[in-house]
């Protein structure tokens, strides 16, 4: 079985800050990690992925998450929080034979202040 | 190359009623997954096709059902409509190739499915 869990529901942050989404994961398998955000009214689009080629991974937009096998976390970064981050943010695990099946955590909304 | 689509947008039906959502996966994918999202469970997987054949299932009960095509596109059918079945309904499309679960998933903008 595979469980996420996003700690902290919502995230404030001033424009210009280091962004921090804290995602910890739970697997019989090894992980493959990914990170979607999703903006109102929109479907989930592909922020990054770790499938075991590199501990840290840089994805869109000047995101990036390390994976932390000892702490079972994967973490998601950026250095300098944009206006137009503001979105939710879905922490998910697969592996193994689960084929087709990702499993999310609850999501974490980030809210950019100017 | 264009993405995932869904149809229709947004779907408004009553208690008891059946609804068909369809879904067109990236060309050339043959892996169609399909989600709930709903702001009290959250994403919940319901179930996975590849090449006309459904490979996993979630914990949903036999209301919801699914199926693929020969040309990959997919459609899922609740029957017997519940208020709580009032959701977001997200399809999404990996390529398949690698044959087991690690593929990465390309979502569509989902339908919206209000129960009345």
């Known amino acids: 079985a595979q469980s996420v869990t996003q700690l902290g529901s919502h995230v404030s942050v001033s424009e210009g800050a280091l962004v921090l989404l804290r995602c910890n994961y739970s697997?019989?398998?090894?992980?493959?990690l990914f990170w979607y955000v999703q903006y109102p009214n929109q479907g989930l689009q592909l922020l990054l992925k770790?499938?075991?080629?590199?501990?840290l991974v840089k994805g869109i937009n000047g995101f990036e998450a390390e994976f932390k096998k000892s702490e079972t976390s994967f973490h998601l970064t950026k250095p300098s929080a944009h206006m137009s981050d503001a979105a939710e943010y879905f922490c998910?695990?697969?592996?193994?034979?689960?084929?087709?099946?990702?499993?999310f955590g609850q999501g974490t909304i980030l809210t950019v202040h100017p | 190359k264009a993405g995932v689509t869904q149809t229709p947008r947004y779907l408004i039906k009553t208690r008891g009623q059946q609804v068909t959502l369809s879904c067109s996966p990236i060309?050339?994918?043959?892996?169609v997954s399909w989600y709930q999202q709903t702001p009290g469970q959250g994403l919940q997987f319901l179930f996975e096709?590849?090449?006309?054949?459904?490979?996993n299932k979630g914990n949903f009960p036999g209301r919801f059902s699914g199926r693929q095509f020969s040309n990959s596109r997919s459609e899922m059918n609740v029957s017997t409509l519940e208020l709580g079945d009032s959701a977001l309904y997200l399809c999404?499309?990996?390529?398949?190739?690698?044959?087991?679960?690690?593929?990465?998933?390309?979502f569509g903008p989902g339908t919206r499915l209000t129960v009345l």
């Open positions: 060309s050339g994918h043959r892996s």
């Open positions: 697997s019989s398998v090894p992980p493959y």
């Open positions: 999404a499309s990996s390529s398949g190739t690698s044959g087991g679960s690690t593929d990465t998933q390309y």
């Open positions: 096709y590849f090449s006309e054949t459904q490979r």
């Open positions: 998910a695990v697969t592996g193994g034979t689960s084929y087709g099946k990702l499993t």
């Open positions: 770790y499938t075991s080629a590199a501990t």
